[in-house]
């Protein structure tokens, strides 16, 4: 590794676990390595994540954050960052979740592919995802940052496994050859208003594009993307702030709706 020695990695990695085990955010961890590189970062992440399954949960997939032009130009970066999804960052449509089992929570809406075949780059082709996707359902992801005040620089939130929290999927598969999902709409509810609205092309002008950046970077000896897998296409809006007693609600244009709510503080889940 560029920056960090194995030893290094396995300190910082410690931080951010106990931060989430603690529910206490930490000072940014390029605060006191500001020589952190993207590897590094990584490396971070697969630590936490080796952890997880080794205590015996199981990876089911994989969430993409920078997807848009804005956010990449804004952090000077020319391409996306993922992290992985755990079995346990689940849950049902509808569920009631507590806010208090967060740090600093966020929802957004994103498009959700369910993988009927393994997909693992060099080569894969748009084309290629098409063919592999076995439907795409309605989403929103709970994200959630380890990192105090989300002061994040790009080998914060990689190394802090994306920023990740929960996934609501919705209930409903739609073929994704069925629709130009460049120009699916969706409009976000919050207690009934709606607050947000976006379309497809928001992640890298087409979400099934993202699919593919990822096949391609998840070479070996790295897992790849494997049948049953969900990838979640990137944030469609811009990130809002969760509040006790919140309901979310998003409507997609075609591919139906998925809700999530969120009881008040300290209330049991």
Known sequence: MSGADSVTVGELADRLWRAELDRTPIEPLTDAR???????????QAHNVRRRVQAGRAIRGCRLGRTSQP????????????G??????????????PVDAFLQPRVVAEMAFLLDDDLV????TTADALTAIRGVLPALEIVDSRITDWRVRLADTVADNASSGRVVLGSRITPATALDLRLVGL????NGVAIESGAGAAALGNPVRCLT????RLLPPERGLRRGDIV???PLHRLVPVRPNDVFEVEFAHLG??????????AAA
């Not at 956010?71 to 993922?82: N, S, T, Y």
């Not at 780059?121 to 894969?124: D, K, L, M, N």
């Open 187 to 190: 409009l976000l509810y919050r």
């Open 71 to 82: 956010r990449q130009d804004i952090l000077g970066v020319a391409e996306p960052d993922f």
């Open 257 to 266: 709706t998925v809700t999530v709510q969120f009881d008040r503080e300290g």
């Open 121 to 124: 780059g060099p080569g894969v």
């Open 84 to 97: 992985m999804l755990i079995d346990d960052m689940f849950v049902d449509d509808g569920t009631v979740v």
């Open 34 to 44: 500001p020589d952190l590189t993207l590897a590094d970062a990584y490396a971070i």
């Open 232 to 234: 979640l296409s990137g």
């Open 213 to 216: 950046w990822l096949a391609n």
